[in-house]
């Protein structure tokens, strides 16, 4: 296969995977679901915090492992394993079994969240045209936000029918995202195992991969402060579509069979924003970007929190495109800084460990709030946090690259 075919033929592979692996259809309802199913705020609630901390042990070792053993096994696994957990809660309908469900999530999305950015990014790299990176990234993720406003628009309506449906359809794309895992080509594994020192013990793995990680961290400050940038992005987008959509539209009075629909035009509007993102760079650096959009996102959090029904479909949906055009560029950002490809799966969970962390601490104050109807004070206690925190970041990076003669690179010698 010629070189250009076969770099066609994996951007195609990797889309599909980006198309059917997060295709969560349940993701609108599960709130619900979970209320019929007899769990209350404060069970629903800890659960999500259960799992955002699931994440924050899991993305280290995922990351490591897709290193060392590689992306391709990586993605494997992870498909695999959200094949099973979207089967138990049609048949552990119970606390534990919702708490088990959201672990295998968990676990499945840590395998795959630093190994499929590190393996596009070094297939590409390996060509050449790593400068591809962040348009790809960002058609895959639109292809994957368009199947969602497919699904998603009557899932309100299938739940009706039967109640256990979203749960069997998001199995079967799981299923088919490990039949595409299949076809993506193995690329060479650039870790400790291929310079034939594979990871034999605890202390090895310490002294091998995850020492000299902790070492380009020490010695890449701006790196760090790219980690950092991506908080208020990914927390924001998570706690809104994820842990309060569901609340938010019914402190508003919409019906189930709205919330499918609603989520379905928030992510047309996302998809937009991830597959047309690159007119930003006209007006501003991919790093200032990152900032600017971020407070943007934080102010539209305050305006559904005192908007009426129409002024909150507004404004979720200003939340969503700015979301998809602030994911795209915030990937390359942190990409482009990581020169060692060698460490870049672990360093990508790096970044998703502090995020995951941060949102399963945030998910504890949710409950009070929700059960009080005051969903819209924690919306606009979030977006003030959001501004300062983005405001004195912002000026931590722009103070640091003045300094600097030329940007830091995450790179370790070896």
Not at 91 to 118: D, P
Not at 136 to 157: D, F, P
Not at 264 to 272: D, N, P, Q
Request: glycine share 6%.
């Amino acid at each position: 296969m010629r070189c250009e075919d076969e770099k066609k033929s994996v951007v195609r592979l990797y889309c599909l995977f980006q198309f059917f692996f997060p295709l969560l259809l349940w993701l609108p309802v599960f709130y619900e679901y979970q209320k019929r199913m007899g769990l209350s705020d404060p069970q629903i609630f800890s659960i999500q915090s259960f799992y955002y901390l699931a994440f924050f042990f899991l993305e280290i070792p995922t990351g490591a492992f897709a290193d060392l053993w590689g992306c391709r096994l990586s993605l494997r696994l992870g498909a695999l394993t959200l094949v099973a957990a979207n089967l138990l809660p049609v048949f552990w309908v119970s606390y534990g079994g919702f708490m088990t469900h959201f672990f295998l999530i968990a676990l499945a999305r840590s395998f795959v969240s630093g190994a499929s950015n590190a393996y596009l990014y070094d297939f590409l790299k390996s060509r050449h045209c790593e400068s591809e990176y962040k348009q790809i990234e960002g058609n895959a993720r639109a292809y994957g936000l368009i199947g969602k406003v497919v699904c998603w628009a009557g899932i309100g309506a299938l739940m009706k029918w039967h109640i256990t449906l979203p749960y069997w359809i998001t199995a079967v794309f799981a299923f088919i995202s490990l039949l595409v895992v299949k076809k993506l080509p193995e690329q060479p594994v650039h870790a400790a195992v291929a310079a034939g020192n594979a990871v034999t013990s605890p202390g090895a793995y310490f002294s091998k991969h995850l020492f000299p990680v902790l070492r380009i961290l020490r010695t890449s400050p701006f790196l760090v402060l790219l980690m950092l940038q991506g908080i208020g992005i990914f927390v924001l987008a998570r706690i809104c579509q994820v842990n309060l959509y569901q609340p938010i539209l019914g402190d508003k009075h919409f019906d189930l069979v709205s919330y499918g629909w609603i989520m379905s035009l928030m992510t047309l509007f996302e998809a937009l924003g991830s597959a047309r993102h690159n007119w930003t760079r006209r007006y501003i650096s991919d790093v200032d970007a990152v900032s600017a959009l971020t407070i943007l996102i934080a102010a539209s959090l305050s305006w559904m929190a005192c908007a009426g029904k129409a002024g909150t479909m507004a404004a979720l949906f200003l939340f969503a495109y700015v979301t998809g055009l602030a994911y795209p560029i915030q990937r390359q950002a942190l990409n482009d800084a990581i020169t060692n490809s060698r460490y870049r799966a672990t360093l990508l969970s790096m970044e998703s460990l502090v995020d995951r962390g941060i949102c399963a601490w945030v998910v504890t104050f949710i409950a009070p709030f929700v059960a009080d109807g005051r969903t819209g004070v924690f919306l606009n206690i979030s977006s003030a946090a959001t501004v300062v925190f983005t405001a004195v970041l912002f000026y931590i990076i722009r103070k640091v690259r003045r300094r600097a003669v030329s940007i830091p690179r995450a790179s370790v010698e070896g």
